[in-house]
């Protein structure tokens, strides 16, 4: 089975500082995609990034980095420059190639520090 | 942007009840999911829906729930009978393709009393 694991449950940074949020998952399928997505306290699920397995090179998007280590199943988000708004649940997440689900993480909340 | 839009925001149902929730996806998004988040627990996934019928369930998504696309613009979810473990958010999504990102909207608070 598919599993998408954070074993951050909360973690603060302080503004304009880097923090990194860790994910880990099982698969077996060899092409995927794996996102980040943010929740923040206005409920919507915004999509921070999407990384697809075959491509070797981390995806970036501005202040939003991925390191994505295939071989060892891990997903990391660095959040660089970290700002009041970035404060939001982060939630991991995993789609097999062919398949309309996606499998999330439980999450892990990020509180950003004045 | 164009966003996808569900309501009512929260919903209060007595038990036994039937309950419809609404969503209107992205003007030309063909895929429309719906996923479910019971209090600290995981995003779950429940149904997509292409060309007017039901692509992918999982095993949650039982005789309970159905979907429909009424209309050009509406994507529903309806619960029969609802219990007090349906109590949850409800997602919406859509994407413009089956490989492509979806993009959820806000959800709904469906509380069961």
């Known amino acids: 089975a598919q599993t998408v694991t954070q074993s951050q449950p909360e973690m603060s940074v302080q503004e304009a500082e880097t923090v990194t949020l860790s994910c880990t998952y099982d698969?077996?399928?060899?092409?995927?995609?794996l996102f980040w997505y943010k929740q923040p306290p206005s409920r919507q699920m915004i999509l921070v990034i999407r990384?697809?397995?075959?491509?070797?090179q981390n995806a970036t998007e501005n202040r939003f980095s991925v390191n994505f280590q295939k071989a060892a199943k891990s997903f990391s988000l660095k959040i660089s420059d970290s700002q009041l708004g970035d404060a939001a649940m982060y939630f991991c997440?995993?789609?097999?190639?062919?398949?309309?689900?996606?499998?999330f993480g439980k999450g892990t909340r990020l509180h950003i520090l004045p | 942007e164009p966003e996808v839009t569900q309501t009512p925001s929260h919903q209060v149902t007595q038990m036994g009840q039937e309950v419809i929730l609404r969503c209107v996806p992205i003007?030309?998004?063909?895929?429309f999911y719906w996923y479910r988040q019971i209090l600290g627990q995981k995003v779950e996934f429940l149904v997509s829906?292409?060309?007017?019928?039901?692509?992918?369930k999982s095993e949650i998504f039982d005789d309970q729930f159905s979907v429909e696309r009424p209309d050009g613009s509406n994507f529903t979810l309806k619960i029969r009978s609802t219990k007090l473990e349906d109590s949850a958010m409800y997602f919406c999504?859509?994407?413009?393709?089956?490989?492509?990102?979806?993009?959820f909207g806000d959800g709904t608070r469906l509380s069961i009393l």
């Open positions: 003007s030309n998004h063909l895929y």
């Open positions: 999504a859509s994407s413009p393709g089956g490989n492509q990102p979806q993009h």
């Open positions: 829906f292409y060309n007017n019928e039901i692509s992918e």
């Open positions: 997440a995993y789609r097999a190639e062919g398949d309309d689900k996606i499998i």
């Open positions: 698969t077996s399928e060899s092409d995927y995609y």
């Open positions: 990384q697809e397995a075959y491509k070797q």
